[in-house]
């Protein structure tokens, strides 16, 4: 039980955990596929689908600049993730990995990613057979159908039920819930693009960035 769980770590630990929350979020925020796309010219918030993701960076750059992005940001996730983990256990990892998720969806004065990747990074401390199983699944289902926001959403939903039907903690699957309706709720308008058939590709660079579809 999550009582429990806390209860393992003690005042000191938990108040490290605490003081490093914001630490935390402030590596959440580092702009990876800012920076990186404009390392090639390109301005990656009026490319593509104007997420500064991993996903539009594949799509706007090509699969090669899309994976240094994509490999940052889970980073970012893991970073913190395992900060939490040798400081305070489980809780702290979670603690310490969800700020870093936050601070990668909504970082302040900038547009934020959708944060798959860097809860990705967070969970792969946590569940690190699942995280590459359920990469192998994304990774076909993106390829597959051509659209990274479905394979996205499907280990989004399902992530929280497998780890519930594996036995963890109730709190970790409520916490893991949670997290994927944060997730969930930041690909809204890739959802309502997939109702009405007009979702963006995940394909390789074809264009000179500017003559992609908006």
Same mark, same amino acid.
């Given at each position: 039980?999550?009582?429990?769980?806390?209860?393992?770590?003690?005042?000191?630990?938990?108040?490290?955990?605490?003081?490093?929350?914001?630490?935390?979020?402030?590596?959440?925020?580092?702009?990876?596929?800012?920076?990186?796309a404009?390392?090639?010219g390109?301005?990656i918030?009026?490319?593509?689908?104007?997420?500064p993701?991993?996903?539009?960076?594949?799509?706007?750059?090509?699969?090669?600049?899309?994976?240094?992005?994509?490999?940052?940001?889970?980073a970012?996730?893991a970073?913190a993730?395992?900060?939490?983990?040798?400081?305070g256990?489980?809780?702290?990892?979670?603690?310490?990995g969800?700020?870093?998720?936050?601070?990668?969806?909504?970082?302040?004065?900038? +547009? !934020?990613?959708?944060g798959?990747?860097? $809860?990705?990074?967070?969970? @792969? /401390?946590? &569940? *690190?057979?699942? %995280?590459?199983? #359920?990469?192998?699944?994304?990774?076909?289902?993106? +390829? !597959?159908?051509?659209?990274?926001?479905? $394979?996205?959403?499907?280990? @989004? /939903?399902? &992530? *929280?039920?497998? %780890?519930?039907? #594996?036995?963890?903690?109730?709190?970790?699957?409520a916490?893991?819930?949670?997290?994927?309706?944060?997730?969930?709720?930041r690909?809204?308008?890739?959802?309502r693009?997939?109702?009405?058939?007009?979702?963006?590709?995940?394909?390789?660079?074809?264009?000179?960035?500017?003559?992609?579809?908006?």
């Amino acid at each position: 039980m999550l009582k429990q769980a806390v209860s393992g770590c003690d005042d000191g630990a938990v108040l490290v955990v605490v003081l490093l929350l914001p630490v935390a979020y402030l590596v959440g925020t580092f702009p990876s596929a800012v920076i990186v796309a404009r390392s090639r010219g390109v301005d990656i918030t009026a490319e593509g689908s104007g997420n500064p993701g991993a996903s539009n960076v594949i799509r706007v750059l090509g699969w090669r600049v899309g994976a240094a992005v994509l490999l940052a940001d889970f980073a970012k996730g893991a970073l913190a993730g395992g900060a939490g983990l040798a400081v305070g256990d489980r809780p702290g990892a979670y603690a310490l990995g969800v700020a870093a998720v936050i601070g990668h969806t909504f970082p302040l004065l900038r +547009k !934020g990613g959708k944060g798959v990747a860097a $809860a990705g990074g967070m969970l @792969v /401390v946590l &569940f *690190p057979l699942l %995280v590459v199983a #359920l990469a192998v699944v994304w990774g076909v289902v993106a +390829k !597959g159908l051509h659209k990274a926001s479905v $394979a996205s959403l499907l280990i @989004v /939903v399902a &992530f *929280p039920m497998v %780890v519930g039907v #594996l036995g963890y903690y109730w709190w970790e699957t409520a916490l893991l819930a949670t997290v994927a309706l944060l997730l969930v709720v930041r690909h809204l308008g890739n959802i309502r693009r997939l109702i009405h058939h007009e979702e963006h590709d995940l394909i390789a660079k074809s264009a000179p960035p500017g003559q992609n579809a908006a």
